[in-house]
Nanobody, 115 residues
Framework: QVQLVESGGGLVQPGGSLRLSCAASGSIFSIYFMGWYRQVQGEQRDLVASINNVGRTAYTDSVKGRFTISRDNAKNTMYLDMNSLKPEDTGVYYC?????????WGQGTQVTVSS
């Protein structure tokens, strides 16, 4: 089964930008749904953005106009471009993929937005 590994998290000031990457160990061509989830300590993991295998995207209201999700099937990688970051964007970001073979989560990457 394909494994997913996130990278790109870190500490950024409010108003700053980060790019998260989710690299797959194999082809993502057959992964029909991919998404980025955010989890704050003690709370549930919430979907932030998603993209399907034909490039259709969806976003939670709080990030619309600031975040952009994309996928590059040739590089087996999904991205989340985050701009105009706010303290409430802080959390652990997980990438997720679903295919006919099953579902898989990455290990998570911490994003902290603070001055």
């Amino acid at each position: 089964q394909v494994q997913l590994v996130e990278s790109g998290g870190g500490l950024v000031q409010p108003g700053g930008s980060l790019r998260l990457s989710c690299a797959a160990s194999g082809s993502i061509f057959s992964i029909y749904f991919m998404g980025w989830y955010r989890q704050v300590q003690g709370e549930q993991r919430d979907l932030v953005a998603s993209i399907n295998n034909v490039g259709r995207t969806a976003y939670t209201d709080s990030v619309k106009g600031r975040f952009t999700i994309s996928r590059d099937n040739a590089k087996n990688t999904m991205y989340l471009d985050m701009n105009s970051l706010k303290p409430e964007d802080t959390g652990v970001y997980y990438c997720y993929g679903a295919s006919s073979s099953g579902r898989v989560w990455g290990q998570g990457t911490q994003v902290t937005v603070s001055s």
